[in-house]
């Protein structure tokens, strides 16, 4: 359609569009749906953020380079669901959540806030298969009357033990402000039950071979971690810190007066550490 600026409404009423045919809204869908058939379906992962007030009692990290570190700040109330097969398949241990009649394994660290429902052990082994295993668990269960209930269960070769009440640390990242080779430094929120005792006044601290040295002393902290090693330092006062490693040279970094730091290292793949 042409319309120009000196055409009168009489004119411009009965100009005619260029065309005639106006596109079927039908005939665009379906030529969409023929150009995104061809498109790569593929799952991607996404990330929701959100704010967290408080660091909780048991939760896990990812760090850069993929490893996940599960921390706890408490040492009696966590139950760290690593689970472990010998070659020969002959021993392990591990965690399973009952859902349904069905067991399956779980990984992670939980928070145990109250001891196990029950315990069974005993002297010798109970079995040297997993699959035996797990029916004698679920027998037990069901002889007890609690297979209705979610439920999570420690177990080894020799005994396993029911938890009624849990919840699983979740997975978080974390603001990294610096790095040197895998050991990694992040900023966090407050640990809402963190234990004063449990920090000690420190000037300095080591990592596997990362030396780390403060020109004033912070309040130093070395939660439950596995499988690698992690620190929570709280400065009172801005202060510098130096970290020095054979293989990464130094680096200085300024942390500001009354907040949190958490330092990761995971644990090394081989004999060699960085």
């Known amino acids: 359609m042409n319309i120009r600026p000196d055409m009168s409404e009489e004119n411009i009423q009965n100009v005619q569009p260029e ?15 023929e150009i995104f058939s061809n498109a790569e379906n593929r799952p991607l992962k996404v990330k929701v953020l959100k704010q967290l007030k408080y660091l909780p009692l048991v939760f896990m990290v990812k760090m850069k380079y993929g490893q996940i570190e599960k921390i706890s700040l408490t040492q009696q109330d966590k139950l760290d669901c690593s689970s472990y097969m010998s070659r020969s398949g002959l021993t392990f241990n591990g965690c399973f959540e009952l859902k349904g009649n069905e067991l399956r394994e779980v990984r992670g660290i939980y928070y ?16 040297r ?41 979740q997975l978080y990242e974390f603001e ?20 004063v005792l449990e920090f000690t006044s420190v000037d300095n601290g080591t990592i596997y071979n990362h030396e780390i040295k403060f020109d004033e002393k912070v309040l130093y902290y070395e939660p439950y971690s596995r499988p690698g090693v992690s620190v929570i330092i709280f400065p009172r006062k801005e202060t510098k ?11 200085v970094i300024t942390l500001y007066p009354n907040r949190f730091y958490l330092i990761v290292h995971p644990k090394p793949i081989t004999n060699r550490v960085d």
């Open 176 to 195: 990294q402000l610096a790095e040197q080779g895998h050991l990694q430094m992040f900023s966090i929120p407050m640990p809402k039950y963190a234990d």
């Open 241 to 251: 810190m130096e970290i020095t490693s054979p293989d990464h040279g130094h680096l």
């Open 19 to 33: 065309s005639t045919q106006a596109e079927n809204p039908e005939q665009i869908q379906a030529s969409l749906s």
């Open 112 to 127: 145990v806030p109250v001891s196990a429902e029950f315990s069974l052990e005993f002297r010798g082994k109970i079995s």
């Open 129 to 169: 298969n997993i699959e035996d295993m797990k029916r004698f668990i679920l027998k037990s269960l069901d002889i007890l009357n609690v297979k209705n209930k979610r439920i999570l269960i420690a177990y080894n070769n020799y005994s396993f033990s029911v938890f009624d009440k849990y919840r699983k640390g």
